[in-house]
């Protein structure tokens, strides 16, 4: 079985994570290593924290090219919340800031409204509005995941959309492209359902 590398950036709850895969029955490897990673045979990217310190971290290490080198050839990849945001082209939180551009659109911060709470933190239940997607396969309608986040992405393209959540608005919970998945929730957190997400993306 191919590896797969939780890639270590210095930003990220790495052993909830890889806990939650051995869990499922696959082991995982965390790892700095930008050799080990080009290896993968799967790459998960998490990540807790703000845009413009991870983005640049990831720069540093040199994990940027992993990243795009892995998603075009084909193998899986799976982005974790602020994992994610970093696959976009911009980042609005502290400024601007270049992410890796790898799906079209901005990240920006939820709206001001009267007694909604910023961090979006909790449970909240998914929609799925486009095609059967292989992350969520087995799971019930409207399943329940865990979110802790302040700003979301804005796809350019609604066609990667392939899960909605509301706060209290519909927002992008997760996005999907041929070998690229990607949560604004935490499937590590997010129990049952999470966890079959995680399961699926192990078979892949």
Request: charged fraction near 20%.
């Amino acid at each position: 079985m191919s590896e797969t590398v939780i890639v270590d950036y210095g930003m990220a709850n790495l052993r909830s994570v890889q806990k939650a895969f051995e869990r499922v029955g696959h082991a995982a490897t965390v790892s700095a290593d930008p050799t080990r990673a080009a290896a993968a045979g799967r790459l998960v990217l998490p990540g807790v924290g703000a845009f413009r310190d991870a983005i640049a971290r990831v720069r540093e290490t040199g994990l940027d090219d992993v990243v795009r080198r892995h998603i075009e050839s084909g193998r899986p990849f799976l982005g974790i919340c602020l994992g994610m945001q970093m696959l976009f082209d911009r980042d609005h939180e502290d400024g601007t800031h270049d992410g890796l551009g790898l799906f079209g659109g901005d990240v920006v911060r939820f709206a001001d409204v009267p007694g909604l709470k910023v961090p979006h933190m909790g449970w909240n239940t998914l929609r799925f509005p486009g095609p059967a997607c292989p992350l969520f396969a087995g799971l019930p309608d409207e399943p329940a995941v865990y979110f802790v986040h302040s700003y979301f992405a804005q796809p350019t393209d609604r066609a990667v959309v392939a899960a909605e959540a509301d706060y209290p608005g519909a927002f992008c919970a997760a996005v999907w492209k041929d070998n690229v998945f990607a949560t604004q929730f935490h499937p590590e957190k997010s129990q049952r359902a999470g966890l079959q997400m995680l399961r699926n993306f192990s078979s892949l």
